[in-house]
């Protein structure tokens, strides 16, 4: 089973059980079924600031992701440390699931492109 540790630093009210039961059916229909995720919650300056510190760009984001282990090979018994996904709701707003989305696809690796978007759309067209 996925594991996914959240934490709301942001201020904001945010759906927790809805971004973990998303998050936990696009990795399910992604093939990562055991692993760590964390999902944390920001304000726009420290957005910004992660996003100006890894990025070099100076500005706040919807989503930024931190990949771990991916979905590499690891040692038997060693526990799939997936990565961190750092929101903001001030700036993802009621549609939040897209940008979720995005970040896990990062975390596993896809990057912009074609075969991505297309992966984003096919999960926000599945069902619950």
Not at 95 to 116: C, K, R, S, V
């Amino acid at each position: 089973m996925i594991e996914v540790e959240v934490e709301n630093r942001s201020g904001a009210e945010v759906d927790e059980a809805g971004h973990v039961a998303l998050a936990r059916r696009v990795l399910e229909r992604e093939g990562a079924t055991e692993g760590e995720l964390g999902i944390h919650f920001v304000g726009p300056e420290e957005s910004r600031a992660l996003k100006r510190e890894h990025l070099g760009i100076d500005e706040a984001t919807d989503v930024l992701s931190f990949p771990l282990d991916g979905l590499d090979a690891l040692p038997e018994g060693e526990p799939r440390a997936l990565g961190d996904l750092v929101i903001c709701p001030a700036v993802v707003g009621d549609a939040w699931q897209e940008p979720l989305i995005h970040g896990i696809l990062h975390l596993l690796g896809h990057d912009h492109g074609a075969e991505m978007e297309a992966r984003e759309r096919a999960h926000r067209e599945l069902p619950a």
